[in-house]
């Protein structure tokens, strides 16, 4: 009588050796996705944080005059839906939006002055996002 040595793999054992091989790669990939995604989005909130900062510390260097008759700023690097749009927080609390020609509403604005600017754009995924900045400019 001669003896076989089974010493191989079923056929039962590498199929189910594969599907959790299978699984792995799943969970890896999905991971390695979402690493990428996350990196995406720390981009753009570091573009838009540097596009607000920038654009405060342009205002800083205008007269005051100036300043409250700026139209909205373009953007770059953020896509073509992005727009920067600076507001001023007038004596009440409210905001009076850029540019303010109003006599009435300049003579009433405190001092100092704060004015935020916010940027609005919408990232690869579509979904609308938004970063506000404020600062203080003394008239």
Do not use: Y
Not at 24 to 50: C, H, K
Not at 55 to 77: A, C, K, N, S
Not at 114 to 136: C, F, K, P
Request: glycine letters at 8%; a negative charge.
């Amino acid at each position: 009588m001669v003896l076989k040595n089974d010493s191989g793999f079923s056929l039962l054992e590498l199929c189910i050796a594969s599907g959790i091989m299978a699984v792995a790669f799943l969970f890896i990939i999905g991971g390695v996705v979402d690493a990428s995604s996350s990196n995406s989005v720390i981009t753009t909130n570091t573009l838009a944080n540097t596009q607000l900062t920038s654009t405060l510390e342009e205002l800083r260097g205008t007269p005051f005059t100036t300043m409250i008759t700026t139209t909205p700023i373009t953007v770059d690097g953020l896509g073509s839906s992005a727009v920067i749009s600076l507001a001023a927080v007038d004596g009440t609390g409210g905001l009076a939006t850029f540019p303010i020609t109003n006599a009435a509403t300049v003579a009433a604005l405190p001092n100092p002055l704060e004015v935020r600017a916010t940027i609005t754009w919408r990232d690869v995924n579509g979904r609308l996002l938004s970063q506000s900045l404020a600062t203080q400019f003394r008239q």
